[in-house]
């Protein structure tokens, strides 16, 4: 599945070029254009980034980028900002409010794109085929194998599509919804509930040496996988 990159941007060329360089590089962009649509575009399907003009009309991408961080489901969604200023006092600004990085206009296609992979590489750094460790419970894609202190674990197909999804995706908050979208499948037809259970399932099979405290219940938001 493609990620997911929101573009907010009022100028028209801009907008377009950067959605034309994101799908070239095998992304998929969705647009907003001033303070109002960005808002309304932070919904589920999340994105899985955002490349946040400075200044909007009807509002500041710093403004967005606070609102983002106070909000559970949008907090971890990692923010590039694009800026027209140069000063180190602006660039440093977005920094305190929880934006990853910035790119200052104008900017070539390659440094953006060097500049989302690298960030992406920090939220989301394993590779679809890595074997995935985190305290002692690993999983191998490949081999289709879970070992929890190098014991092996028995779990069926869909706990074992939802483990992978965690550990590739940690500390984030995922609402039934979109645990549904990115592990079932948008096609499938399945009841939120249906969630539930199979994480109960995964926490079960993973409960050997705790291993289930690493899939949190966030209460009224979803579910996250975190060591912390």
């Known amino acids: 599945m493609a990620r997911k990159i929101l573009v907010v941007e009022d100028?028209?060329?801009?907008?377009?070029?950067?959605?034309f360089v994101l799908e070239q590089n095998g992304y998929q962009a969705a647009t907003a254009e001033d303070f109002d649509s960005a808002i309304n575009?932070?919904?589920?399907?999340?994105?899985?980034?955002?490349?946040?003009d400075w200044m909007l009309p009807g509002g500041s991408g710093i403004q967005i980028a606070k609102k983002m961080k106070q909000h559970e489901l949008t907090r971890t969604i990692p923010i590039i900002m694009i800026t027209a200023r140069g000063e180190e006092e602006d660039k440093v600004r977005g920094l305190e409010v929880g934006a990853d990085d910035y790119v200052t206009k104008?900017?070539?296609?390659?440094?953006?794109?060097?500049?989302?992979?690298?960030v992406i590489r920090r939220v989301a750094p394993t590779s679809l085929d890595e074997v995935i460790e985190v305290q002692g419970l690993k999983l191998d894609p490949v081999s289709h194998r879970v070992m929890a202190q190098d014991t092996p674990l028995d779990m069926g197909p869909t706990e074992f599509r939802l483990l992978h999804f965690f550990m590739t995706h940690p500390e984030r908050v995922y609402s039934r919804e979109q645990l549904l979208d990115h592990v079932w499948g948008t096609n499938v037809y399945v009841e939120?509930?249906?969630?539930?259970?199979?994480?109960?399932?995964?926490?079960?099979?993973?409960s050997i040496a705790g291993h289930d405290r690493l899939v949190q219940t966030v209460r009224g938001s979803g579910y996250r996988f975190s060591a912390k």
Request: charged share 35%.
């Open 11 to 19: 100028e028209a060329p801009i907008r377009d070029m950067l959605c």
């Open 41 to 52: 575009a932070l919904v589920e399907p999340y994105p899985d980034l955002v490349l946040l």
């Open 106 to 118: 104008p900017f070539s296609p390659k440094e953006l794109m060097a500049r989302i992979k690298a």
């Open 192 to 206: 939120d509930r249906t969630v539930d259970v199979h994480i109960r399932r995964l926490r079960k099979a993973i």
